[in-house]
């Protein structure tokens, strides 16, 4: 608990947009801004709801990408005839899985049904 200088009454933490505590008095229109440490005591917790994604159909992960075998393909962008791929079933059973590219020259990706 922290009381203000000025008229001695408890001072009340108030959290900004950006984040910062500012220590608030509730008496007069004195105001603190709290040091991050103490701020941390202070702390106003947020809920963050994690929405689920879509899962992603490009692999981001470089060493997994290299790898993966290749075959021979022509990549309808730079023309080159290497890519690596790999199946990825999709959700619908029905569909089967879908087969991606992608050039190991320009790394364009692509998928084929
Ligand atoms: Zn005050
Ligand atoms: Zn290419």
Redesign the pocket.
Known sequence: MKF?P??K?IMLPIKNENGNVTLK?R??S?SRDLEKDSAEKYKITKEIKHTPRDKTTIIEDEDSVQTMPTTKVTCPKCGHNKAVYWQLQTRRADEGSTIFYRCVKCRHTWRSY
């Open positions: 203000c000025q008229c009454s008095c008496n007069c004195y």
